[in-house]
């Protein structure tokens, strides 16, 4: 099982003093969360005022710095509308940056999202296939591309657990039945992390933990960062392994 290290999200820099915005504090707590045994990164880039951005001028200098100097940690961004509402005008960053990550994540339920998937695959970056619901796995069944996705992130959004695992396990039967075999993480959100991060430990399944997910650890305490985060994570698979 592997442990990606999701370091920001959407949230804003106000959520916690300690969210990493800038490509020096992101690159620190990539550092980390790496020591504490995450083996990929994933993470939305920020302009100087800490916005979520998709501008070439704050993807390529954070990716750039993350390449130099954890060259063998595997780097996801985000393309979500969070971070550029237009999708037409998202279409255009994506095209235009000039350094690529490893992966990218596309929210199937997006507006313009199956054309930025192709752009991705076009230029050679992993496609994570973002899918919140039955109806999105649809889509990714029905687009054609299937085959050419890296991984299905499997995230309900529901806000009691009950509630996520069961949309998970509908998207699961989506994808079951039409017979795609492409990897999928599983992970929740805020109160449904610790939980769906379990079941997918139990599942055998990657996975997934950061301030991204959650600001809190297992016990609902504030939790010590994203290596914090990761190290509980990690010893989480230790014990079901």
Do not use: K
């Amino acid at each position: 099982m592997r442990i990606v290290a999701c370091l920001n999200g959407d949230r804003r820099p106000g959520s916690h003093p300690a969210l990493p915005v800038s490509p020096e504090q992101i690159l620190a707590d990539a550092r980390a969360a790496v020591d504490a045994g995450a083996d990929e990164i994933h993470v939305h880039p920020r302009d100087r005022a800490g916005a979520e951005s998709l501008e070439p001028q704050a993807v390529a200098p954070l990716l750039r710095l993350l390449r130099a100097e954890l060259p063998d940690v595997p780097v996801s961004v985000t393309t979500a509308l969070s971070a550029e509402p237009d999708p037409v005008r998202r279409y255009d960053l994506v095209q235009r940056w000039s350094a690529l990550p490893d992966a990218a994540s596309v929210n199937l339920h997006e507006p313009g999202s199956i054309e930025v998937a192709r752009l991705l695959i076009d230029r050679r970056v992993d496609v994570e296939a973002g899918v919140w619901t039955a109806e999105a796995a649809r889509i990714l069944v029905a687009s054609g591309l299937a085959d050419e996705f890296a991984r299905v992130l499997v995230e309900p959004m529901q806000a009691a657990t009950e509630d996520a695992l069961a949309n998970a396990s509908a998207i699961d039967g989506v994808l079951d039945r039409a017979g795609l075999e492409l990897p999928r993480l599983l992970h929740g959100r805020d109160r449904t992390a610790w939980p769906v991060l379990d079941t997918a430990v139990a599942a055998g399944r990657d996975g997934r933990i950061g301030r991204e997910d959650t600001l809190r650890d297992p016990d609902d305490n504030e939790a010590e960062g994203n290596a914090g985060l990761v190290a509980l994570a990690t010893t989480r698979t230790s014990a079901a392994a």
